[in-house]
């Protein structure tokens, strides 16, 4: 992240310490010789892009190969009037669009030595890292919980929009769930990422409040072909039958919300929705299964990704080959044949998942898992139907537990001039 | 990490999808083309070293150029008899020097399908990302609560391993504190590190519980001339001071336990001892106070890193020089000012610390900080009278909470045939 850029030169030695006068000073050079010029990112990204638009006619962070590290927040709005959630929403776009170009919040108008600075800092010096900032709105930014218009836009709902359904052994804990707004900060390096949810925080005081939020330390999706596939905490390949952004009319078809979709909510055409689960999962318990059992649940090998039906990682397994024993090799519970689109009319999604790992239990269990977002077009045909057949049927269940949940309608790109949200609250 | 090397080639295909069978077939391609080969590291090490050697006189993990991420844990050991504590540290020396090497635990040795797998598996395919493993004593180890022997070791307590006083404004949280063992892993990705923990912690079920674990995303210290330094939560440039690997003089005064220096624990020659703070930053509030007070608390410019007292980031802070109200430049009451050598009798510490950030409490501020490690030779001389001094008369304590707390011995390398804590225990 550069400093803020030239300004008249600083007169006093202590103005020249400050951040601004610094800035002008040697930014340039702190830039290219600093921490950032000597970290190299490590994702496996296109050669050479180090940031992504911020504009565009879909909000970046969906498609984008999914980088390796992730700071997700849900906020609760405190503002009462439609003024104060504009005034949110352009803020949040500005230090949005600074940001994930690698410059900070404020940039280029140095603030007096008395003032708080306009950047919390710990990403000065760093590049872009990739960051893509994603923003999703709740079904209580709509309405209230009595059913109440809060913001005037409640006959503009999706129909889909609704808080998820409680699924079988859902085991939610309010203090993870739902929220009015959303963010996805996803980056190369982690600083970058909380650097950002932290701004935007900061920037929300008196209009919005942090509700929940949730560190991502790996990816466990890849969502584009240029990129290996990750493993999840089982130990297995996570993302190998994922939609890529390589297929672009099957993203069309299952990720970004049509035109018609929706009559009373055309503002969300070119949006999407977010799926955000916690999902923990039992790792004691499941590193003292063997492997045998372990591949049968997932209904892959655990070395190579392949489906048990055979071949290799990307062979589309066939699930109707059985085994000497007469049992189908991708055995009816397991996880693939239940995900499977031909066991879903043909419904696929855009998994965004990441590993966490947030400490331990009393027991000294860690609590761990994967924290799972996915990007769908109708959280209605796509999502629900699936999970809940998987709450109820996948043989990996045992294995889990839900203590998180959210869904939220992303709305589309912003244009260059526009601000996040301008298709709903204009 | 690589799979366990070649064993006869398997011959049913069930076997071949199987992780041992797979990996002797598959293994040395999986390393050279897979996700590992794709992912470069992002932390300014030295370049091609791609792991550290786990034998040695000093554990490796102290002076080691700091690697980028951290997950820390601590144990309570529940075996009672002397015979298991040796099998676990056993247990623990063999896996850990497979880990740091890219080699899978259980390495070499394919289990049957029906049996648990040796690894948990989320690490296979990455390289073995600079891992290194750094374990610790605690004062409990030796006795507990009632002063009982617990393993034949009491006599061999080194007399400054005690658990640290209360300190002025410290909020503990018990679960946050202590431990009868901890491990330090930090790597240069999060996934290696957090597969490491958890796999010593699989190992020692029966015989040790994980008692609490830290995170930490990103590291606040260089411990290298090498590497550029890095900023904390504070937005500061941290570790700009610190001990250096390069100044080997000054790491043998101030880190490495010396032969002669405590009669009844020479076992702990070469070793350290470890302290671990962490300390949680009130950032929303520190991010409303002005540039001027926030450089004034640390005594150093945010955006150069340099004292003060003018020059540039590596500039030794002159402490006696007065700005023209007839103050001191670097403040009384100023964090680099009362840590500063010249005021602590010229003693100095090798900072190895790390921010963190776990979610967010009820009033959405969130829970961050920075997750503080030293090493130093002697806590009673080095760190308790800098932290009894910080603690009373820091500026910056106002922004500051201590929650978690431990003090471990740390004992000297292993020798190759050797095993961890083998001067101790035989
Ligand atoms: C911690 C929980 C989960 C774990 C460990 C897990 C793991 C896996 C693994 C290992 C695969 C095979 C590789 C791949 O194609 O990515 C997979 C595939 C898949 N999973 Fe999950 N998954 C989890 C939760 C979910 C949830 C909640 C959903 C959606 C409701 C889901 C939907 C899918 C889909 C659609 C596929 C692709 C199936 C195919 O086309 O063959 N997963 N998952
Ligand atoms: C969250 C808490 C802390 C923050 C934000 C913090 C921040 C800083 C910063 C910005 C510096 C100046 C740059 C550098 O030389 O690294 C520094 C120096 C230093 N800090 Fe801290 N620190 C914290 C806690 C501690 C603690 C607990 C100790 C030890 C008890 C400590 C000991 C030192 C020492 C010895 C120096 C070098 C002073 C010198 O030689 O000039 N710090 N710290």
């Known amino acids: 992240m550069t400093e ?42 296109g050669e050479g892009v180090d940031r ?10 969906i498609v984008t190969p999914a980088q390796d590290r992730l700071h997700f927040a849900a906020f609760d709005v405190t503002a009462t009037s439609r003024a104060e959630l504009l005034l949110l929403l352009k803020a949040w776009t500005a230090a949005a669009a600074a940001m994930t170009q690698g410059r900070p919040v ?36 709509f309405r209230d919980a009595d059913g109440k218009d809060r913001f005037g836009i409640a006959d503009r709902q999706p129909a889909a929009l609704r808080r998820l359904p409680h699924f079988p052994a859902d085991a939610l804990q309010e203090q993870r769930s739902d929220g009015d707004l959303c963010v996805q900060a996803c980056a190369d390096d982690p600083q970058v990422a909380v650097h950002a949810i932290r701004n935007l925080s900061r920037i929300a005081f008196g209009s919005a409040a942090l509700r929940w939020s949730q560190l991502g330390f790996g990816r466990t999706s890849s969502t584009s072909t240029s990129q290996a596939t990750p493993r999840n905490l089982f130990g297995f390949k996570d ?41 923990n999962m039992m790792i004691e318990t499941w590193d003292r299964t063997s492997l045998r059992e372990q591949e049968t649940l997932v ?4 070395h ?11 062979t589309e397994p066939d699930l109707s080959l059985k085994g000497n024993d007469g049992q189908p090799l991708v055995a009816m519970s397991s996880h693939v044949r239940l995900a499977h689109p031909t066991q879903n009319n043909g419904v696929r999604m855009l998994r ?34 699936m999970q809940t057949r998987l709450s109820r049927d996948d043989g990996l269940m045992e294995y889990l537990r839900h203590t998180g949940s959210g869904l939220f309608a992303v709305p589309p790109g912003v244009r260059k001039g526009g601000f996040l949200g301008d298709t709903l609250l204009t």
Chains 1, 2 share one sequence.
């Open 239 to 279: 993302g190998t039958a994922n939609l890529k952004a390589e297929e672009p009319k099957a993203v069309d078809e299952h990720v970004w919300v049509g035109q018609g979709d929706d009559d009373g909510a055309a503002w969300l055409a070119d949006g999407s929705f977010l799926v955000a689960r916690r999902i």
């Open 106 to 141: 404020g940039g280029g108008v140095p603030l007096p030595y008395d003032a708080p600075p306009g950047d919390t800092g710990e990403a000065a010096g760093l590049p872009p890292g990739r960051l893509t900032l994603t923003f999703g709105f709740g079904p209580s930014l």
């Open 304 to 314: 190579v990704g392949a489906p048990l039906s055979g071949g290799t990682e990307f």
């Open 352 to 385: 965004r998942g990441y590993n966490f790992t947030d400490g331990n239990d009393d027991l000294g269990r860690l609590d761990a898992g994967l924290f799972f977002i996915a990007y769908v077009r109708d959280p209605a045909t796509q999502y629900i139907p």
């Open 4 to 45: 803020p850029s030239a300004t008249p030169p600083p007169v006093s030695r202590r103005r020249l310490l400050g951040y601004a006068g610094a800035g002008a000073a040697v930014g340039a050079a702190g830039f290219a010789g600093g921490i950032g010029a000597a970290r190299a990112t490590d994702g496996p990204h």
């Open 52 to 61: 992504y638009a911020f504009h565009g006619t879909h909000q970046a962070g």
């Open 299 to 302: 209904g892959r090998d655990r």
